[in-house]
């Protein structure tokens, strides 16, 4: 059975907009754990959007459960990283303009900084995994350099608009995981999934997690909401009460 790691971004994300306290990722992971989170999924960038160092500090004091840690792979994210000691990093390619992470890692390109980034995680006992497209030779390339595992980018598996390219899609991530599981990697998966998509991927019993964040919070917004009132309801009228 495929894990679930929830990524908290987008809770901090809202809670940024406002530049105060509420609402605070720290506290939600309890709720995600109580649901069966399997692991807390993070993404610390470089320019701080959502995430902050307070918060991963904070979730590593209380988590009953994993904390894998996404970052770009420079010199600060790993010195963080080592300091963090979370038990996985992703290492993410990341833009300063882009909403959310547009694709894959280049390890072909960037093999030599990532192949030094990985050295010194191993060094302080965390595991690696890299993030990329459903491509051969960059699964190759991760597993050359010492990747622990990978998580496939399913952005364009996400985004395919019918049957023929939906189905061209699982069969390049379906290559991809049987390569990956002949070189002894870990398979995770993610980006863009969501409650309708999600099924054709977890029927592939490779794939050791799945992290999912943006579809999760924006459905708790309408399942948790009724809640949410009633509470704020019984605040505002407490005159009432009287």
């Known amino acids: 059975m495929a894990k679930l790691g929830v990524n908290i971004d987008h809770i901090a994300t809202l809670r940024q907009a406002r530049g105060g306290n509420e609402p605070d990722p720290v506290k939600a992971v309890a709720f995600a754990e109580l649901g069966g989170a399997d692991s807390i999924v993070v993404h610390l960038r470089e320019d701080r959007r959502h995430i902050q160092e307070r918060d991963i500090r904070l979730l590593k004091e ?92 399913t952005g364009q598996f996400a985004n395919a608009e019918n049957l023929s390219e939906i189905d061209a899609e699982l069969k390049k991530i379906s290559q991809i995981i049987n390569m990956a599981t002949k070189l002894g990697l870990g398979i995770n998966a993610g980006h863009g999934l969501n409650y309708r998509n999600i099924l054709p991927l977890a029927q592939i019993p490779a794939i050791n997690e799945f992290n999912i964040g943006h579809s999760i919070i924006s459905r708790a917004i309408y399942v948790g909401l009724r809640e949410a009132v009633h509470e704020m309801k019984k605040l505002v009228s407490r005159h009432d009460q009287n």
Not at 70 to 95: G, N, R, W, Y
Not at 113 to 121: E, R, T, V, W
């Open 62 to 153: 209380i988590l009953q459960v994993p904390l894998d840690l996404e970052a770009a792979a420079t010199d600060e994210m790993v010195k963080l990283a080592i300091s963090f000691k979370p038990q996985l990093v992703t290492f993410v390619p990341e833009k300063r303009k882009e909403l959310t992470t547009e694709g894959g890692l280049d390890v072909l390109l960037g093999k030599d900084s990532l192949k030094n980034s990985i050295d010194l995680l191993h060094d302080s006992n965390i595991k690696v995994a890299l993030f990329i497209a459903p491509d051969m030779e960059q699964l190759k390339m991760a597993h050359k350099i010492n990747a622990d595992s990978i998580e496939i980018h």
